[in-house]
């Protein structure tokens, strides 16, 4: 059964932790994406990875940092850096940059 | 990235109503896809838009691409409550990576 998986789909934080957050896929696709999403503001661009071992920073990567071990997996680290860290969180992952994109069931952060 | 307005932002509609949802670049696009996301849930994708002039259609749903590549609609025909949810376009250019509008979202009353 293949698909995009996150964990855990809610998570609760201290002010000042830092806290990762998990995103695995098992649809052999090379391009994976970090998404940020508040009320009323869409979809922002955290950081994306077109190839293992390679990813840029999006819109709003201050304060977020990611790794491309593994093709199957792009975990985001929400750092004590990021100003306001409580939103939902959405990964997803295609093919190549110009097909359509298969998001996971998203995490929703609260720091208290 | 590629800048996207997408409009309106939110659209009230009685069930048995047509919705229509607009998507302006002012750069020419690539492609252009949409999504739906339904309320508590992710962004699960319709189609994708590559060619001037495309229509494609779903059931009620009717996808357009503008002449100029700058611009999308996607029109539903005759509401029904499982079409409440926010709908977004996604635009790519070049070596752009997709960047998505704010959305629009949509509330049917019965």
């Known amino acids: 059964d293949g698909g995009i998986t996150q964990s855990p789909k809610y998570l609760f934080r201290k002010e000042g932790q830092n806290v990762t957050l998990s995103c695995e896929q098992n649809l052999n696709h090379d391009a994976m994406y970090w998404y940020r999403q508040d009320p009323g503001q869409g979809l922002r661009l955290i950081y994306y990875?077109?190839?293992?071992?390679?990813?840029q920073k999006g819109d709003i990567a201050e304060g977020y940092s990611v790794s491309r071990e593994k093709k199957e997996s792009f975990p985001l680290t929400v750092t004590s850096a990021q100003k306001n860290p409580t939103a939902f969180y959405l990964c997803?992952?295609?093919?190549?940059?110009?097909?359509?994109?298969?998001f996971g069931p998203g995490t929703r952060l609260t720091v208290l | 990235g590629q800048q996207v307005m997408q409009i309106p932002q939110y659209q009230h509609v009685q069930e048995g109503e047509d919705f229509t949802t607009y998507c302006n670049s002012s750069?020419?696009?690539?492609?252009i896809q949409w999504y739906k996301q339904r309320p508590g849930g992710h962004p699960v994708f319709l189609i994708q838009l590559v060619k001037s002039g495309e229509v494609k259609k779903q059931k009620r749903l009717t996808f357009q691409f503008g002449e100029a590549k700058k611009n999308s609609s996607l029109h539903i025909t005759a509401t029904q409550t499982t079409d409440v949810g926010t709908y977004f376009c996604a635009v790519s250019g070049g070596s752009y990576i997709p960047t998505f509008g704010r959305g629009t979202s949509l509330i049917v009353h019965p």
């Open positions: 750069t020419t696009l690539s492609n």
């Open positions: 990875s077109q190839i293992v071992n390679d990813f």
């Open positions: 997803a992952s295609s093919i190549d940059r110009n097909n359509e994109q298969f």
